[in-house]
Structure formats: structure tokens, C-alpha cells
């Protein structure tokens, strides 16, 4: 049996989320490794042993700008030519919703997960008093007019290092609720509200838990302070509701060595 000399590659993925039940393979539903997966047995054939790994879990309907992946190749194939392969990959993916680019050669220990120290997202909202047919499943419309000072003091109370059982869900399975909340922002323009958002690692629907209590404050129901209180209540139900998933975006991922936002740049 002939060995094969495989190569782990970086891999920055952007995907529709409104076309995949979230990033991880599963029986029944279709998402976004499964489409990686299936483009990447088309280029390796019976070589294909993938490995994919990502920075973060997306959950079902979550798009992504800068996702991070690693993936096991052939090592020849690659080095024949970097950008024919990224170009490979994206004709087999041209009608699947997921797009490649950027991709960097990395060691084989490296590992998406497991190696990312900061993880960041963005959720946009459409602020405005009738709907957009244009984004009506990119960003999450509010109708009540929000208050993008007040947003911003509410954030402030809980950036840091806490404990945030308040904005976690039920079915989060990490052993421990203690992250650290590096960035948390709001910025208005227009109609649309941008959130920034980056810490070591998230909860189970953690960021979606916090836009929807930021909103509570912004449209008036709260006052900034009491987010502060939710954090300290450790009390999910105390929290206001979960903002839908079409509205969140994974933006970058990072490393002690790149970002997923430096490889794509690389790329041209």
C-alpha cells in the first residue's frame, strides 16, 4: 500500500446560513461540513480523508464572513498549485451556499478549535419601522426605534471576565459558565445596527442571549443598568428573549501566529 504525504491546511470559509443547519455534520439535516466535505472528496477522490475541524459551532440559520477550518490533503496536490486548489474546491461548492477565500499551509498539530484564543462575531439588525424584503433573512428587524447610547452602557456592565449563566442557554454543554467578554459594541448607521462582539469562547447561544437583552434596553424596557443585575442574577429566565439566529455573522478567528481575516488578505 502506497503511503500518502498529507499536508493540514487553513481554510477561510464565508456561508449563507439560511441554507445549512449549522456548521457540524449531522444524519439528517444538511450544513456546512457536509458541503466542505462532500467538494473535497470530488478533489481528492479516494485520497479524501478530510479531518475537517472549525473555530466555532454555528448553529442552524448563522451565516459566517471569516470562518476558520482545517482539513487534511493531499500534500502534492496542493503544492502543484495553492490557488488552483482554493479554485477547485469553489467550483464544486458553486451552488452550495459555502465559498473558500483563503487557505494557508499549517503543521499538522495545528487544530482550528482548539488552537483559537479569540473568537469574533458581529449581529446586525434593521432598525426601522417596516420590514426589508432585501434582509429579511441577513439581519433581525426591530421596529421599535432603539437607543444606541443606552445599548452601549448596558454593554459596558458586563465586558470582562464573568460568570455568564444568565445568557446561557439550557442545552449549552461547557463544563463551566465563566468567559471572558473582550468587545462588546454597538454602532448605528442609518437603520442599521452593527454589534461587535469577541471573546475566548462563547456559550451556547450566548451572544444571542445578550442582543436580545441589549434591545430590551435600547427600545426603553430596561435601563442600562440592569444588565449588570441579569449578570449578577445568574438567572436565564430573568434575561429577555433569544435573538433569532439570521442576524449573527462569525467574522474572525484568532491565533497566536494569523487570523482568519490575515489568510483571506493573503489571497488577494
Same mark, same amino acid.
Given at each position: 500500500?502506497?503511503?500518502?504525504?498529507?499536508?493540514?491546511? $487553513?481554510?477561510?470559509?464565508?456561508?449563507?446560513?439560511?441554507?445549512?443547519?449549522?456548521?457540524?455534520?449531522?444524519?439528517?439535516?444538511?450544513?456546512?461540513?457536509? $458541503?466542505?466535505? #462532500?467538494?473535497?472528496?470530488?478533489?481528492?477522490?479516494?485520497?479524501?480523508?478530510?479531518?475537517?475541524?472549525?473555530?466555532?459551532? #454555528?448553529?442552524?440559520?448563522?451565516?459566517?464572513?471569516?470562518?476558520?477550518?482545517?482539513?487534511?490533503?493531499?500534500? !502534492?496536490?496542493?503544492?502543484?498549485?495553492?490557488?488552483?486548489?482554493?479554485?477547485?474546491?469553489?467550483?464544486?461548492?458553486?451552488?452550495?451556499?459555502?465559498?473558500?477565500?483563503?487557505? %494557508?499551509?499549517?503543521?499538522?498539530?495545528?487544530? $482550528?478549535?482548539?488552537?483559537?484564543?479569540?473568537?469574533?462575531?458581529?449581529?446586525?439588525?434593521?432598525?426601522? !419601522?417596516?420590514?426589508?424584503?432585501?434582509?429579511?433573512?441577513?439581519?433581525?428587524?426591530?421596529?421599535?426605534?432603539?437607543?444606541?447610547? %443606552?445599548?452601549?452602557?448596558?454593554? !459596558?456592565?458586563?465586558?470582562?471576565?464573568?460568570?455568564?449563566? #444568565?445568557?446561557?442557554?439550557?442545552?449549552?454543554?461547557?463544563?463551566?459558565?465563566?468567559?471572558?467578554?473582550?468587545?462588546?459594541?454597538?454602532?448605528?448607521?442609518?437603520?442599521?445596527?452593527?454589534?461587535?462582539?469577541?471573546?475566548?469562547?462563547?456559550?451556547?447561544?450566548?451572544?444571542?442571549?445578550?442582543?436580545?437583552?441589549?434591545?430590551?434596553?435600547?427600545?426603553?424596557?430596561?435601563?442600562?443598568?440592569?444588565?449588570?443585575?441579569?449578570?449578577?442574577?445568574?438567572?436565564?429566565?430573568?434575561?429577555?428573549?433569544?435573538?433569532?439566529?439570521?442576524?449573527?455573522?462569525?467574522?474572525?478567528?484568532?491565533?497566536?501566529?494569523?487570523?482568519?481575516?490575515?489568510?483571506?488578505?493573503?489571497?488577494?
Amino acid at each position: 500500500m502506497i503511503h500518502v504525504q498529507r499536508q493540514r491546511l $487553513a481554510m477561510v470559509i464565508e456561508f449563507d446560513g439560511s441554507k445549512f443547519h449549522g456548521w457540524q455534520r449531522q444524519d439528517n439535516a444538511y450544513t456546512v461540513q457536509e $458541503a466542505m466535505e #462532500t467538494a473535497m472528496f470530488k478533489i481528492e477522490g479516494s485520497d479524501a480523508e478530510p479531518c475537517f475541524a472549525a473555530a466555532g459551532r #454555528t448553529d442552524t440559520g448563522v451565516h459566517a464572513t471569516h470562518m476558520l477550518i482545517h482539513a487534511d490533503v493531499v500534500k !502534492s496536490r496542493w503544492l502543484d498549485s495553492p490557488h488552483a486548489y482554493m479554485k477547485g474546491l469553489n467550483f464544486h461548492l458553486r451552488d452550495a451556499g459555502v465559498l473558500v477565500h483563503g487557505i %494557508k499551509a499549517v503543521s499538522n498539530d495545528f487544530h $482550528a478549535r482548539f488552537d483559537c484564543f479569540e473568537r469574533r462575531y458581529q449581529y446586525k439588525i434593521w432598525n426601522r !419601522s417596516v420590514s426589508s424584503v432585501l434582509y429579511n433573512k441577513q439581519a433581525w428587524w426591530v421596529f421599535q426605534t432603539l437607543d444606541v447610547e %443606552k445599548m452601549n452602557q448596558a454593554a !459596558s456592565f458586563i465586558v470582562g471576565k464573568h460568570d455568564f449563566t #444568565t445568557f446561557r442557554a439550557s442545552g449549552c454543554q461547557a463544563n463551566a459558565p465563566e468567559r471572558e467578554l473582550k468587545v462588546l459594541q454597538v454602532k448605528q448607521d442609518g437603520h442599521w445596527f452593527t454589534i461587535d462582539v469577541a471573546a475566548d469562547a462563547f456559550l451556547y447561544h450566548m451572544v444571542r442571549n445578550i442582543v436580545g437583552s441589549l434591545v430590551a434596553v435600547g427600545i426603553g424596557r430596561w435601563q442600562p443598568e440592569y444588565m449588570q443585575t441579569l449578570l449578577l442574577g445568574k438567572n436565564r429566565c430573568a434575561a429577555a428573549q433569544t435573538a433569532p439566529a439570521h442576524g449573527l455573522y462569525f467574522t474572525d478567528a484568532l491565533y497566536p501566529a494569523f487570523s482568519a481575516q490575515e489568510i483571506s488578505g493573503l489571497m488577494g
